[in-house]
């Protein structure tokens, strides 16, 4: 059952080392390209190095070398999912780095028209609703693994949290 541990530290890995950074570069980009932002000068450079770097870490985390039996196929599922997550993703960062390319090629001075730019945005938003959608149906399925994968190991949360009783249902009867 290691396998399904090592799925869930890579998910794990996922969330914190991609997803995380990637919603504080989104931010700054949202700020940037607001409608009276979006002509100014930004740091666009630094932000296509930023979602480039986020995106090739990302691309490391291969979840297909976790191993998984044949007869497992909840495992499998989620590693399924995992993958196209892993897909949508880097497609949500290229698309921000064609806005961030094009935004920097206009306060340059080129022929940006606002016409292409919503083109470009609409792309960008297309892509981000379809990896939300991916995400949500993997965290579904995640949530439901690890709680099962993981147990309810007393010792385990003893070491992590302290020597706290939680209350449950039972207990408030």
């Known amino acids: 059952m290691s396998y399904r541990k090592d799925l869930i530290k890579l998910i794990d890995k996922f969330n914190v080392e991609a997803v995380e950074e990637f919603k ?16 100014r000068k930004h740091d666009y450079d630094g932000n296509m190095r930023k979602l480039k770097s986020i995106k090739k870490r990302a691309q490391k985390l291969d979840p297909r070398s976790v191993k998984i ?20 993703f880097s497609s949500v960062c290229d698309a921000y780095i064609q806005m961030q390319l094009s935004l920097k090629e206009k306060s340059e001075g080129s022929g940006l028209q606002y016409k292409e730019y919503r083109l470009i945005h609409e792309r960008v938003k297309a892509a981000r609703a379809s990896l939300n959608e991916h995400m949500h149906d993997m965290d579904i399925l995640y949530s439901d693994f690890a709680d099962i994968t993981r147990g309810h190991d007393v010792e385990e949360e003893i070491e992590q949290f302290g ?5 449950t249902y039972e207990d408030l009867k």
């Not at 504080?24 to 002509?39: G, L, N, P, V």
């Not at 497992?72 to 196209?84: A, G, H, S, V, Y």
């Open 24 to 39: 504080e570069a989104e931010m700054k980009i949202i700020s940037d390209s607001s409608f009276r932002k979006m002509f």
């Open 69 to 88: 039996p044949e007869s497992d196929r909840e495992t499998r599922e989620l590693q399924k999912q995992f993958e196209k997550c892993m897909v949508v």
């Open 163 to 167: 020597n706290i009783k939680v209350m």
